[in-house]
């Protein structure tokens, strides 16, 4: 029998007013891959700074055994001390320093304060070759994708000698190629005897590397599943506590004439002005349809997306945007949400929200002019539509009042998409509109795409969940390298054709 | 410090069927915690009213006190918004200076005809503080420049063009007397006064000051006016909300927080119309209060200020135009940075190269003292207000004790810290 590397016992944590995690039980064993899942809010991420000391000892009450002796950690460098690494959702680089800066920051390689850069550089580069990264150590983080940052993480945990790994959602912000190449790392790290915490909403990889899956729900632990019981309705059925007959809510699809239609579309990079980012892109959308963008991370969408939006991304943009056959000018936000489109972005917290204001002030922010007459805002107007679109797409909080930064992620994304669906627009696109939240909100946000469609509106999902893509769309549009290579109808598109498009596409491309 | 903030706690923690009077004790903490800022500057007015042998609330200080700081907090209007937007304006002195030095000049010495009249100088030279505002909100919205640099720039090019103006360390006046009304003028007497006690005469047949007690009776009218609108307006704003089903603060809280109000307005304008009345600067200063309470409070710019500062990218991607945006809060700083440089001259008297010298830090405290965030989008009119009034009672009150100039910057300096990290500590802890 393995031996066990980590007990957590009877972890109960609280907060003013609500109890986190009770009597929480979590059995690790040594060199395996163990997930923990649960929805949002299911106190997956507390447990896993109970363990690491981001929550002292004596906050919580419970056990922590670690290789058979019992850890009481006061700081999160006590229990790195031991090997315990932790790597966050949202990645804790400093993107003005370089790659090995950064790994071995806080812990570099010097003699007397006096840092030896090519120890530094040489340890950098053993490192990032073993997460298989091909950069320059001295290469700056803001100038990596956030794929690349996350394998700078995992080296700087590397470094730190590592005996168990936590990663909390290490994929949500990736492109399915590179979530691949990071959990078949993790395999790697399994064979090398380093042991793995993976936090997921993503069950299909869960399925794929973990060897035991932790079931949270509501600050319980729910049940412990060993590789042969791994499947993924059942899984689901334990997270939500109600079995989902179906992921994604049926839909009748009533497609009308083109609404809106991209004509050669071509944008450089805003800091590289010779690099083409996009290269002369078609779209487009029929009243009432549902569009997907399938792509790899760096495919461009994105970009695409912005660049579209008010020219919010990059230089030297050409091509022409018709609304209703009719060319329209799109060169600044406020012009495109005249024209009736809008985009939520992928990014909430940084793009879609002011996180210290409440949601009423976030919901009627693209549309002031609908709640007020000559410059005044009507208050009482004001938080009516607030209160209505609270109760329209079910955001959870104590009243419209609530700063939007407290919300959990389904609920921030649901305050984004009544800001849009506020301002009335005809075109919606959606940028990873269930990025980081969990089961039970993206069916959710599934539901209120179907309605929205249903109304006429046309609407454009960018996705990186194939799945996703597959359940809520009419039509999906494939993009490689800043260019369309395929286009298939919903009905009989399928995983393998979306990545037999873009593989092909990577050939024509070069 | 909005009530709705208050009633939100409230729903929160008070579990559903809790009635009676603990309920009442936790809505009335929340409350308090709310006007913490008021209780401070009360506290404040307290000590100093006992340490002064009550001297600071004596109608002849009132006058004083509102002279000489009315323009700190005239000021901290346009650098609430400032900050509020994510940037700082170190400026302010400098440019209230260079003005003050411009209106001097064109009204004592330019022979400029009817441009010298002091009313079209006073327009001109605000014309010219927006323009200054402008220019330097010009490189903050469109080149990108971080604003402490630009505002650091501006604040050694106007105070050098200050001095250069005076022609080195000279004053240039003495400034005509309809223009010196801005800060020493009272509103003039259209009622009438009422003589409550005879003042002593002396043996020249002249009145001695402080003596007898005559009320000027149009101030008394404005403060009595002035709190029955303000009542009016509370009830039927509350009004308003039960009709269309919102929530309101308990009535308790709301008829203490009218009288308290009301209470303090009408003993201060008591004390004013004792003297001499209502001073002309503490007529523009409240008028100015109230038109950018409405602006950050209930208007389309004020609410994109906000949101801007909160979240520039999110506010851009929201169709806000973040550029054009920030050249009006320098341009409105500007012409407000001209105004306190009116009021400092036309208490003066004169303009000396030294004026406003500094000032730019007691409006910038003001503004944190009053609640503001450094990293912007937060920050209240009202609470500014409070802190410049908090200020300007610790500078005229340890005046009048006879601190030494250098320990009134200590206090002041610990005032600033200890509000701030108040403020801080209390927001975690609610």
Same mark, same amino acid.
């Given at each position: 029998?393995?031996?066990?590397?980590?007990?957590m016992r009877?972890?109960?944590?609280?907060?003013?007013?609500?109890t986190?995690?009770?009597?929480?039980n979590?059995?690790?064993?040594e060199?395996e891959?163990h997930?923990?899942?649960g929805?949002?809010?299911?106190?997956?991420?507390?447990?896993m700074?109970?363990?690491?000391?981001?929550?002292?000892?004596?906050?919580?009450?419970?056990?922590i055994?670690?290789r058979?002796k019992?850890?009481?950690?006061r700081?999160?460098k006590?229990?790195?001390?031991?090997?315990?690494?932790?790597i966050?959702?949202?990645l804790?680089?400093?993107?003005?320093?370089?790659?090995?800066e950064?790994?071995?920051?806080?812990?570099?390689?010097?003699k007397?304060?006096?840092?030896?850069?090519?120890?530094?550089e040489?340890?950098?580069?053993?490192?990032?070759?073993?997460?298989?990264?091909s950069?320059d150590?001295r290469?700056?983080?803001?100038?990596i994708?956030?794929?690349?940052?996350?394998?700078?993480?995992?080296?700087?945990?590397?470094?730190?000698?590592?005996?168990?790994?936590?990663?909390d959602?290490?994929?949500?912000?990736l492109?399915?190629?590179?979530?691949?190449?990071?959990?078949?790392?993790?395999?790697?790290?399994?064979?090398?005897?380093?042991?793995?915490?993976?936090?997921?909403?993503k069950?299909?990889?869960?399925?794929?590397?973990?060897?035991?899956?932790?079931?949270?729900?509501?600050?319980?632990?729910?049940?412990?599943?060993?590789?042969?019981?791994?499947?993924?309705?059942?899984?689901?059925?334990?997270?939500?506590?109600r079995?989902?007959s179906?992921?994604?809510p049926?839909?009748?699809?009533?497609v009308?004439e083109?609404?809106?239609?991209?004509?050669?579309?071509?944008?450089?990079?805003?800091?590289?002005?010779?690099?083409?980012?996009i290269?002369?892109?078609?779209?487009n959308?029929?009243?009432?349809?549902?569009?997907?963008?399938?792509?790899?991370?760096?495919?461009?969408?994105?970009?695409?997306?912005?660049?579209?939006?008010?020219?919010?991304?990059?230089?030297?943009?050409?091509?022409?945007?018709?609304?209703d056959?009719?060319?329209?000018?799109?060169?600044?936000?406020?012009?495109?949400?005249?024209h009736?489109?809008?985009?939520?972005?992928?990014?909430?917290?940084?793009?879609?929200?002011?996180?210290?204001?409440?949601i009423?002030?976030?919901?009627t922010?693209?549309?002031l002019?609908?709640?007020?007459?000559?410059?005044?805002?009507?208050?009482?107007r004001e938080?009516?539509?607030?209160?209505?679109?609270?109760?329209?797409?079910?955001?959870?909080?104590?009243?419209?009042?609530?700063?939007?930064?407290?919300?959990?992620?389904?609920n921030?994304?649901k305050?984004?998409l009544?800001?849009?669906?506020?301002?009335?627009?005809?075109?919606?696109?959606?940028?990873?509109?269930?990025?980081?939240?969990?089961?039970?909100?993206?069916?959710?946000?599934y539901?209120?795409?179907?309605?929205?469609?249903?109304?006429?509106?046309?609407?454009?999902?960018?996705?990186?969940?194939?799945?996703?893509?597959l359940?809520?769309?009419?039509?999906?549009?494939?993009m490689?390298?800043?260019?369309?290579?395929?286009?298939?109808?919903?009905?009989?598109?399928?995983?393998?054709?979306?990545?037999?498009?873009?593989?092909?596409?990577?050939?024509?491309?070069? | 410090?909005?009530?709705?903030?208050?009633s939100?706690?409230?729903?929160?923690?008070?579990? @559903? #069927?809790?009635?009676?009077? +603990?309920?009442?004790?936790? $809505? &009335? /903490?929340?409350y308090?915690?709310?006007? *913490?800022?008021?209780?401070?500057?009360?506290?404040?007015?307290?000590?100093?009213?006992l340490?002064?042998?009550?001297?600071?609330?004596?109608?002849?200080?009132l006058?004083?006190?509102?002279?000489?700081?009315?323009?700190?907090?005239?000021?901290?209007l346009g650098?609430?918004?400032?900050?509020?937007?994510g940037?700082?304006?170190?400026?302010?002195?400098?440019?209230?200076?260079?003005?003050?030095?411009?209106?001097?000049?064109?009204?004592?010495?330019?022979?400029?005809?009817?441009?010298?009249?002091?009313?079209?100088?006073?327009?001109?030279?605000l014309?010219?503080?927006?323009?200054?505002?402008?220019?330097?909100?010009?490189?903050?919205?469109?080149?990108?420049?971080?604003?402490?640099?630009?505002t650091? @720039? #501006?604040?050694?090019?106007? +105070?050098?063009?200050?001095? $250069? &103006? /005076?022609?080195?360390?000279?004053?240039? *006046?003495?400034?005509?007397?309809?223009?010196?009304?801005?800060?020493?003028?009272?509103?003039?007497?259209?009622?009438?006064?009422?003589?409550?006690?005879?003042?002593?005469?002396?043996?020249?047949?002249?009145?001695?000051m402080?003596?007898?007690?005559?009320?000027?009776?149009?101030?008394?009218?404005?403060?009595?006016?002035g709190?029955?609108?303000?009542?009016?307006?509370?009830?039927?704003?509350?009004?308003?909300r039960?009709?269309?089903?919102h929530?309101?603060?308990?009535?308790a809280?709301f008829?203490?927080?009218?009288?308290?109000?009301?209470?303090?307005v009408?003993?201060?304008?008591?004390?004013f119309?004792?003297?001499?009345?209502?001073?002309?600067?503490l007529?523009?200063?409240?008028?100015?209060?109230?038109?950018?309470?409405?602006v950050?409070?209930?208007?389309?710019?004020?609410r994109?200020?906000y949101?801007?500062? *909160?979240?520039?990218?999110?506010?851009?991607?929201?169709?806000?135009?973040?550029?054009r945006?920030?050249?009006?809060?320098?341009?409105?700083?500007?012409?407000?940075?001209?105004?306190?440089?009116?009021?400092?001259?036309a208490?003066?008297g004169?303009?000396?190269?030294?004026?406003?010298?500094?000032?730019?830090?007691?409006?910038?405290?003001?503004?944190?003292?009053?609640?503001?965030?450094?990293?912007?989008?937060?920050?209240?009119?009202?609470?500014?207000?409070?802190?410049?009034?908090?200020?300007?009672?610790?500078?005229n009150?340890?005046?009048?004790?006879?601190v030494?100039?250098?320990y009134?910057?200590?206090?002041?300096?610990?005032?600033l810290?200890g509000?701030?990290?108040?403020d801080v500590?209390?927001?975690?802890?609610?």
């Amino acid at each position: 029998m393995p031996s066990t590397i980590l007990e957590m016992r009877d972890i109960t944590k609280t907060f003013p007013g609500v109890t986190a995690l009770s009597n929480v039980n979590l059995h690790i064993e040594e060199g395996e891959i163990h997930a923990i899942v649960g929805e949002n809010g299911a106190g997956k991420s507390t447990l896993m700074k109970v363990l690491s000391g981001v929550y002292p000892t004596g906050t919580y009450s419970g056990q922590i055994v670690y290789r058979g002796k019992e850890c009481h950690f006061r700081t999160i460098k006590d229990s790195e001390h031991l090997g315990i690494v932790i790597i966050h959702q949202e990645l804790a680089l400093v993107p003005m320093l370089s790659i090995a800066e950064n790994i071995f920051l806080g812990n570099e390689h010097a003699k007397r304060g006096v840092i030896d850069w090519n120890a530094n550089e040489t340890r950098a580069r053993a490192l990032l070759k073993k997460v298989g990264l091909s950069e320059d150590p001295r290469t700056l983080i803001t100038n990596i994708g956030v794929g690349k940052q996350q394998l700078v993480e995992i080296a700087k945990a590397l470094s730190k000698e590592v005996k168990l790994l936590i990663l909390d959602e290490p994929t949500a912000s990736l492109s399915e190629r590179d979530s691949q190449a990071l959990l078949d790392l993790l395999i790697e790290f399994k064979q090398q005897g380093i042991t793995s915490i993976l936090i997921s909403h993503k069950l299909s990889e869960v399925s794929r590397v973990a060897d035991h899956v932790t079931v949270l729900r509501d600050g319980h632990t729910i049940e412990t599943l060993d590789k042969q019981q791994i499947n993924e309705d059942r899984i689901i059925t334990l997270m939500v506590g109600r079995s989902l007959s179906d992921r994604f809510p049926p839909r009748d699809p009533n497609v009308g004439e083109v609404v809106f239609e991209v004509k050669n579309w071509s944008v450089y990079h805003p800091l590289h002005a010779d690099r083409q980012v996009i290269k002369g892109v078609d779209l487009n959308v029929r009243k009432g349809e549902v569009v997907g963008i399938a792509g790899l991370m760096g495919a461009g969408r994105t970009e695409f997306a912005m660049s579209l939006f008010g020219k919010s991304y990059g230089r030297r943009i050409s091509g022409e945007v018709f609304l209703d056959g009719r060319k329209i000018d799109t060169s600044t936000v406020e012009r495109a949400v005249d024209h009736g489109i809008a985009y939520a972005t992928e990014d909430r917290k940084t793009y879609g929200l002011n996180l210290i204001d409440h949601i009423r002030s976030n919901v009627t922010i693209a549309n002031l002019g609908g709640v007020s007459r000559r410059g005044v805002i009507d208050d009482l107007r004001e938080i009516d539509v607030a209160n209505d679109f609270r109760a329209k797409t079910n955001i959870r909080s104590s009243s419209v009042h609530q700063k939007t930064g407290n919300l959990s992620g389904g609920n921030q994304q649901k305050v984004v998409l009544s800001k849009w669906l506020f301002a009335d627009p005809r075109v919606l696109i959606l940028d990873e509109p269930t990025r980081g939240i969990d089961v039970g909100a993206k069916y959710e946000i599934y539901t209120i795409i179907a309605k929205l469609a249903a109304e006429g509106r046309a609407i454009i999902v960018i996705s990186s969940e194939m799945p996703e893509l597959l359940g809520v769309c009419d039509r999906i549009y494939v993009m490689n390298e800043g260019r369309m290579v395929g286009e298939m109808a919903g009905s009989d598109a399928s995983q393998e054709k979306i990545m037999r498009a873009i593989v092909r596409g990577e050939g024509k491309a070069s | 410090m909005s009530t709705e903030t208050a009633s939100d706690l409230q729903t929160e923690t008070a579990p @559903a #069927g809790t009635v009676g009077a +603990r309920f009442d004790v936790a $809505a &009335l /903490l929340n409350y308090l915690r709310d006007y *913490g800022l008021v209780l401070a500057l009360i506290a404040i007015m307290i000590v100093f009213q006992l340490m002064t042998d009550g001297t600071l609330f004596k109608p002849v200080n009132l006058s004083n006190l509102v002279q000489q700081n009315s323009f700190i907090i005239v000021m901290a209007l346009g650098m609430l918004l400032v900050i509020v937007s994510g940037h700082i304006d170190l400026s302010v002195g400098s440019v209230a200076g260079f003005i003050g030095a411009l209106v001097a000049t064109m009204m004592v010495i330019w022979p400029l005809g009817v441009v010298s009249n002091p009313l079209v100088a006073s327009i001109i030279c605000l014309a010219v503080g927006g323009l200054i505002g402008a220019a330097q909100g010009y490189w903050i919205a469109y080149h990108r420049i971080p604003s402490f640099i630009v505002t650091l @720039a #501006g604040m050694l090019i106007f +105070r050098g063009l200050c001095q $250069a &103006l /005076l022609g080195g360390g000279a004053s240039v *006046g003495p400034l005509p007397d309809d223009f010196k009304a801005l800060s020493s003028g009272f509103l003039p007497e259209v009622i009438g006064t009422y003589t409550v006690i005879a003042p002593t005469v002396n043996a020249n047949g002249r009145e001695i000051m402080g003596t007898g007690l005559v009320l000027h009776l149009a101030t008394i009218v404005i403060g009595i006016v002035g709190v029955l609108l303000f009542a009016y307006f509370g009830l039927l704003a509350r009004r308003t909300r039960e009709r269309f089903g919102h929530e309101n603060e308990p009535f308790a809280v709301f008829v203490v927080k009218t009288i308290v109000i009301s209470a303090i307005v009408l003993f201060l304008t008591f004390q004013f119309s004792t003297y001499k009345g209502m001073p002309v600067v503490l007529v523009v200063m409240a008028v100015l209060i109230g038109l950018f309470t409405f602006v950050t409070k209930r208007t389309t710019i004020g609410r994109r200020v906000y949101a801007m500062g *909160g979240n520039l990218k999110a506010a851009q991607l929201s169709g806000i135009k973040t550029d054009r945006l920030t050249l009006i809060v320098f341009t409105n700083m500007g012409v407000l940075s001209a105004l306190g440089g009116l009021i400092i001259a036309a208490r003066l008297g004169q303009a000396v190269p030294a004026a406003g010298l500094g000032s730019e830090l007691d409006v910038i405290a003001a503004v944190f003292i009053g609640g503001a965030s450094a990293m912007g989008g937060v920050g209240q009119v009202a609470g500014s207000v409070i802190g410049g009034f908090i200020m300007g009672v610790m500078n005229n009150g340890m005046s009048i004790i006879g601190v030494n100039v250098d320990y009134q910057q200590v206090v002041k300096g610990l005032v600033l810290l200890g509000a701030v990290v108040f403020d801080v500590y209390n927001k975690n802890k609610g």
